[in-house]
């Protein structure tokens, strides 16, 4: 069963997965009007690294590199590596920066100006982002961005998999997906699955907070309106499918049940909440890690490696030949 305050981490991560997927650069240039008029001193520098430092130390899902992360922000502190620092944006990217080249996580990030803030939720089955069509050659097509949580993302996925049920083959176009809510993902496998079987899809392993102990959250595939078994499926993917999109990928590659086409993902796996710092600044320390139950490892650090490699404008036009019966190798120009 799962626990409130997990619930909680992957609601927020579901949230903010956008929100952090973005380079640290991009993040410091939408909200540089604003950080002009807010300025750090060196209490709310300390408080700041304070507070990471006791995240790092109490929830990162790796203990040991979270203690020498904290060490070393610490000891840049005291050497005074932050005096002169009053832009609250600059001091986040610093931060996210020292903290990328220790963790090798992309998932931790500091940020400027919470990502709540203006973010209206979802409350229709057009919040959850399915684009659906048929494309010659009766076959499916799903464009999906974001995986939204269960409630909002089911009724969504029942009505797409329904128009698209008696296509030939489908195509499912995970190329802008920046992440979400892990049940959905294992919502939109059971899809995909014997639905006479029970399918184990994906863990997620939680630090117990303040201990060096961890609980198992596991992923099962679950009853669906409709299946689409026996026919091919075909997964898109990029440098821009990141966190619950790479798991979607993953977990279906890991099942055999896809072939999924196009660039290497980014390889973010460990999922974390929100902690508000004070002076409008935010950490995510990831206090999960995902582990599949095949491969008994995950896509963090390296990304999701394509069955065929295709550049990335080519991705859709492989996947639809391969649809339609023709080699891939077929399509070089």
């Not at 209490?43 to 203690?67: M, N, S, W």
């Not at 909002?152 to 797409?160: G, H, S």
């Not at 999922?271 to 095949?294: C, Q």
């Amino acid at each position: 069963m799962r626990s409130p305050s997990s619930s909680f981490r992957i609601a927020c991560f579901a949230i903010i997965a956008a929100a952090v997927a973005v380079p640290s650069t991009a993040s410091a240039e939408l909200i540089s009007d604003k950080s002009q008029s807010v300025s750090l001193d060196r209490q709310a520098v300390g408080k700041v690294v304070g507070g990471i430092a006791v995240e790092l130390r109490e929830g990162y899902v790796f203990p040991d590199t979270g203690v020498r992360a904290a060490d070393a922000l610490e000891k840049a502190l005291g050497e005074g590596a932050y005096a002169g620092v009053t832009d609250p944006a600059q001091f986040a990217r610093i931060l996210t920066e020292q903290l990328g080249a220790i963790t090798k996580d992309s998932h931790m990030r500091v940020i400027f100006g919470s990502p709540f803030r203006n973010q209206p939720p979802p409350a229709a089955s057009q919040g959850a982002g399915f684009e659906v069509k048929r494309l010659d050659g009766n076959i499916g097509y799903i464009h999906l961005a974001r995986f939204v949580p269960p409630d909002i993302f089911k009724p969504a996925a029942d009505e797409a998999m329904r128009n698209l049920a008696d296509t030939a083959a489908l195509v499912i176009d995970m190329r802008d997906n920046g992440g979400g809510h892990p049940g959905s993902v294992a919502y939109l496998i059971s899809f995909l699955l014997d639905p006479g079987k029970s399918v184990h899809i994906n863990d997620l392993i939680w630090r117990n907070r303040g201990t060096a102990t961890f609980r198992t959250e596991s992923f099962w595939s679950v009853a669906t309106p409709v299946h689409y078994v026996d026919k091919p499926v075909y997964v898109l993917v990029g440098p821009k499918t990141y966190s619950a999109g790479e798991e979607f990928a993953y977990d279906l590659q890991a099942l055999k049940r896809a072939t999924v086409v196009g660039e290497k993902t980014r390889g973010g796996a460990n999922p974390g909440g929100l902690k508000d710092l004070g002076s409008d600044i935010f950490v995510v320390v990831p206090t999960g890690r995902a582990e599949n139950p095949m491969t008994h490892g995950n896509w963090g650090g390296v990304g999701v490696q394509p069955d065929v490699p295709a550049a990335l404008g080519d991705t859709q036009e492989v996947a639809v030949a391969m649809a339609k019966g023709l080699p891939a190798p077929q399509l070089a120009r």
